[in-house]
Structure formats: structure tokens, C-alpha cells
Nanobody
Framework: QVHLVESGGGLVQAGGSLRLSCAASGRIFSANTMAWYRQAPGKERELVARIISGGATTYADSVKGRFTISRDDAKNTVYLQMNSLKPEDTAVYYC????????????WGQGTQVTVSS
């Protein structure tokens, strides 16, 4: 079992920055693939960024060059640094953990709202 708690969402003007954090407890964090997804009103949940246990990362094309995912295994925490935010980044952002050896979809946090005003 993995328990995830997100924080760091809020309201920001276009061009601004936010950093999301996701604190994990439960199964060995360092072996988990961690990811951030988002879901805007009326849209499906989509992958924003993913980081595997070795540190390799994957990003959605829409956020490449603006967002950075990172992890601190000593703190059991994954981060999403979001720069140059746009109104279309407005969504609920969800942390996701897939422990080694377990299938998708893994575990989800409760979500944190990010609103970018124009």
C-alpha cells in the first residue's frame, strides 16, 4: 500500500511558477515509478511527467521545457516545478505511484488544484 499527499497548488498569473510536492509513505519509495497527471474540467486525465527509479524522465509535449519532475528518495517525495505557466495548465494535478512489480494504474493522491489566470 502507498499513501500519497500532494501540496503546493494554488492560483497564479500566467507566466508565473509553482512547485508541487507529493509525499509518499508505504512501500519502498525508491523503487516506485512516480508521475504527475492532470485533469481539466471536461477532459480526460493526462500524463504530465514521469520519473523512474533510476531518474530518467518523460514529459508531455505540452510541458517540455517548462516543467521539471524530480525526486528525493531520502524524503520520499516527488516534485513538479512548473514555470512559465499558461491558462491551459489549469487543472487538478494528481500524484501517481507505481511500485516495482505492480501493474498500472498504481496509487493516486487526492489531487491539488492549479489555476492559472490570464
Amino acid at each position: 500500500q502507498v499513501h500519497l499527499v500532494e501540496s503546493g497548488g494554488g492560483l497564479v498569473q500566467a507566466g508565473g511558477s509553482l512547485r508541487l510536492s507529493c509525499a509518499a509513505s508505504g512501500r519502498i519509495f525508491s523503487a516506485n515509478t512516480m508521475a504527475w497527471y492532470r485533469q481539466a474540467p471536461g477532459k480526460e486525465r493526462e500524463l504530465v511527467a514521469r520519473i523512474i527509479s533510476g531518474g530518467a524522465t518523460t514529459y508531455a509535449d505540452s510541458v517540455k521545457g517548462r516543467f521539471t519532475i524530480s525526486r528525493d528518495d531520502a524524503k520520499n517525495t516527488v516534485y513538479l516545478q512548473m514555470n512559465s505557466l499558461k491558462p491551459e495548465d489549469t487543472a487538478v494535478y494528481y500524484c501517481n505511484a507505481v511500485p516495482l512489480g505492480l501493474p498500472l494504474p498504481g496509487y493516486w493522491g487526492q489531487g491539488t488544484q492549479v489555476t492559472v489566470s490570464s
